[in-house]
Nanobody
């Protein structure tokens, strides 16, 4: 079992930055982590992910060049640094964890992730 708690959301103006954090507890060893988001009226979508050892990361096109995912050395935290935020980034952001083995591939499908946090709201004003 893995428990995930997100923090760091809030209201920011367009062009600003936010850093989201996800604290994981329980069986965090060997779990890959991902960030997803869900805007009102839209499906939840992949934003960024990182493999369990932190060696590989992958981003949705909308996040490339603006967002950075990183994993703490102990493997039980994962952050999402977001810069140059846009109003279209407004959503509830969710942290997720899954066990995909010693892979170099970041899983982007939300259905593959086993554990989810409660989400944190990010609102970007224009």
């Amino acid at each position: 079992q893995v428990q995930l708690v997100e923090s760091g959301g809030g209201l920011v103006e367009a062009g600003g930055s936010l850093r989201l954090s996800c604290a994981a507890s329980g069986r965090t060893f060997s779990s890959s982590m991902g960030w997803f988001r869900q805007a009102p009226g839209k499906e939840r979508e992949f934003v960024a992910g990182i493999t369990w050892h932190g060696g590989y990361s992958y981003y949705a096109d909308s996040a490339k060049g603006r967002f950075t995912i990183s994993r703490g050395n102990a493997g039980n935290t994962v952050d999402l640094q977001m810069k140059q935020l846009k109003p279209e980034d407004t959503a509830v952001y969710y942290c997720a964890a899954g066990y995909f083995g010693d892979t170099e591939v970041v899983v982007t499908s939300l259905s593959k992730y086993d554990y989810w946090g409660q989400g944190t709201q990010v609102t970007v004003s224009s």
